[in-house]
């Protein structure tokens, strides 16, 4: 039997990156993937490729920090499948050129956390008010581990600590009613996002900071390592694990 035969499974952000590797890979296990993105096209792109590939799809274009989108992408995938099993919380964004707390920008602030944080938050609330119901639920929240030991942008580090604070709440406020949330710490991690980056907007006091706390010769993560990763918190063999963050660098920061 596959691991997540029959599930419902919200994936944010999977119009790219880890969130289109999940969301087929979810879908290659047996789920019912619903995906969402801000771009139409290319997330119709993303769920042609998951029928081409045999998987069941459902594409909502989502932006995730607008309550009134999340609620509707809820509802509608509630009105399709019935239910939801499982959320990853994956849309995120960056912000340009790891400012440092002494010099960040409001801009820069407001984005990350309307999206990494409030949009993390808007997600989990609607899916927890369906999965209460049933007393059944995995959230995965792909973090990172800028919000687990510092090394980044302020506004970025400051908006995915946030998320991992909300993993653990999130666990603890759900604790023994069915409903599990883990967040997964992608190190350096190669995708469209990251690798477009400009490097003469870097902020080299930073730079030179987190190469003084962590390998960056170390390989970096491929965003099909973290989707299985993020397959078995979705799956049941993982059913006992709650309010974990689990960092995925190949040790580049121990």
Not at 30 to 52: F, H, P, W
Not at 127 to 142: A, C, D, F, P, W
Not at 224 to 253: R, W, Y
């Amino acid at each position: 039997m596959k691991r997540l035969e029959g599930k419902v499974c919200i994936i944010t952000g999977a119009n790219s990156g880890v969130g289109a590797k999940t969301a087929e890979l979810f879908a290659s296990e047996g789920a019912k993937v619903v995906i969402t993105a801000r771009r139409q096209e290319l997330l119709d792109e993303e769920a042609n490729k998951i029928r081409e590939l045999g998987g069941e799809v459902l594409a909502i274009r989502t932006d995730v920090s607008k309550e009134e989108d999340v609620i509707n992408l809820v509802k509608k995938t509630v009105e399709v499948y019935g239910t939801v099993d499982v959320l990853m919380n994956n849309a995120g964004v960056l912000e340009v050129g790891l400012k440092p707390i002494d010099r960040f920008l409001v801009e820069d602030v407001d984005r990350d956390f309307s999206i990494n944080t409030k949009g993390t938050m808007f997600c989990t609330r609607e899916v927890t008010k369906v999965m209460l119901e049933k007393g059944k639920g995995s959230i995965i929240n792909l973090d990172s581990v800028a919000g687990e030991c510092g090394c980044g942008g302020a506004a970025y580090v400051a908006s995915k600590a946030a998320v991992v604070g909300l993993t653990k709440h999130t666990a603890l406020r759900f604790a023994g009613k069915g409903i599990r949330c883990n967040s997964v710490c992608p190190g350096s991690i190669i995708t469209p996002m990251t690798m477009t980056t400009d490097p003469s907007t870097l902020d080299i006091d930073m730079i030179t900071q987190m190469r003084k706390h962590a390998d960056l010769t170390i390989r970096p993560c491929m965003p099909e390592e973290v989707a299985k990763v993020c397959l078995f918190l979705a799956s049941d063999d993982s059913m006992p694990i709650t309010g974990q963050v689990i960092v995925c660098d190949h040790g580049a920061n121990l």
